[in-house]
């Protein structure tokens, strides 16, 4: 898999190439002696007419793997080695809500009970009314959860803070901070869970050539490297399909395992430019809005992931007699796999029409909605 960090250099002395294409990126090598082969893919080749066939060949046929991985035993063999190397030690976890943190907690409480601590905080950058209905579904779990409330001190350093990378940068700064306060407050914690997947390490991953970091996902390439505890990540090796399956395994509700993912660094993504709570009070409810349109009209379950987008740009508009000069809200539905690739969601006009109307109407300080209609690759699927 040539992810952003890996490149063949040369192929080695004993292998000869086996199979080697112009037009899709693939190549498969073998040994001169002994059965052992080798393929190198670009992501993009499962997309191919043939290309699931061609890996499966490969990993079935060629390699004689099994593909026997199950959730049950993936559960049964992660809470082992947790429990293994935890020991009798405090651990903390960093809770979002999503999916991910959700799983990697679930997964550490079955591992080591009330020695979990998971905290939950309020960035600033959440949607509308989120802390709340995070608070309330966490609040009867067994292991300990406790609210931050640390919006104001983000929302302080992120001031004047217009480039992206910047502002990943201070909020892993800031959200290290804060769990290293809520450690020390524990005391005698020495590890950190979080949900980091196999997408986010291979996105990190830096390279010298052209293709450097794409992005510096926070919960990865952003963290400090002073930080003083050490990480847990149960999910590292898994794509979200996989999560989703050790998910029903430990019974976590549907209506959380449905949740569309929602980037570490929030709302702070999607509001371009500088944050401020004013831009925050405008993305919030449109946001609001276009979910509860595609969780009434039922798009909401087909869709890989949505979300408003408030862009740096006023534009011309008329109300009455009047212009106006206001601000433009992008929406972005995906549909995807893994997020790897991602293609745009065709959401019903009628649904758009309303969704339009509906932000345009309620939400003071908008006057234009556009539908973003890029695919992934070459555009990413947030905007920064
Ligand atoms: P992109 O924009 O890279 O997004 O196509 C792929 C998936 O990753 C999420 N994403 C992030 N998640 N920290 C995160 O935890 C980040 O900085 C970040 N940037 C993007 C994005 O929402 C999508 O699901």
Redesign the pocket.
């Known amino acids: 898999w040539m992810s952003h960090g890996d490149h063949l250099t040369r192929i080695p002395p004993d292998f000869r190439v086996i199979a080697h294409t112009a037009n899709a990126p693939i190549a498969a090598i073998r040994h001169r002696h002994r059965p052992l082969y080798g393929i190198q893919f670009h992501p993009e080749v499962v997309h191919t007419p043939r290309g699931s066939e061609l890996l499966a060949n490969f990993v079935f046929k060629v390699c004689g793997c099994r593909g026997d991985w199950n959730a049950s035993s993936f559960v049964e063999r992660t809470v082992a080695e947790v429990r293994g190397r935890i020991g009798t030690e405090r651990v903390l976890c960093a809770l979002?809500g999503g999916v991910?943190s959700t799983v990697a907690a679930a997964l550490v409480g079955r591992a080591v009970g009330r020695q979990l601590t998971c905290i939950f905080v309020d960035t600033g950058l959440l949607r509308e009314n989120e802390a709340e209905e995070v608070c309330s579904f966490y609040r009867n779990a067994d292991f300990e959860f406790r609210f931050v409330d640390a919006s104001g001190r983000f929302l302080d350093r992120l001031a004047g803070v217009s480039d992206p990378e910047e502002k990943?940068k201070i909020?892993g700064r800031e959200f290290i901070a804060v769990f290293e306060e809520e450690a020390a407050r524990i005391g005698g914690v020495n590890y950190l869970v979080q949900g980091t997947l196999y997408?986010?390490v291979i996105?990190s991953v830096s390279t010298r050539g052209p293709s450097a970091t794409?992005?510096?996902?926070?919960?990865v390439g952003?963290l400090p490297e002073k930080m003083s505890l050490k990480l847990i990540e149960p999910l590292r090796e898994l794509f979200?399909d996989e999560v989703s399956r050790a998910g029903r395994e430990l019974e976590i509700p549907p209506y959380i395992l449905g949740r569309?993912?929602?980037?570490?660094?929030g709302l702070a993504?999607r509001i371009l430019g500088e944050i401020t709570r004013e831009r925050l009070a405008i993305l919030k409810p449109a946001d609001r809005i276009f979910m509860e349109e595609l969780r009434r009209s039922g798009e909401y379950e087909k869709i890989?992931?949505a979300?408003a987008v408030l862009l740096p740009v006023q534009t011309v508009g008329v109300m009455g007699d009047e212009r106006t000069y206001e601000n433009v809200v992008a929406l972005r539905a995906v549909t995807?796999m893994d997020?790897?690739t991602?293609d745009w969601a065709e959401i019903p006009r009628p649904l758009l029409a309303l969704i339009s109307n509906r932000i345009i109407n309620e939400v003071k300080g908008v006057n234009r909605v556009v539908y973003d209609i890029s695919s992934?690759p070459p555009?990413?699927?947030?905007?920064?």
């Open positions: 979002s991910d990943r909020i997408p986010d996105e794409i992005k510096s996902h926070h919960n952003g979200k569309h993912p929602f980037p570490g660094p993504v890989w992931q979300f995807s997020g790897m991602a992934k555009s990413t699927i947030e905007w920064e």
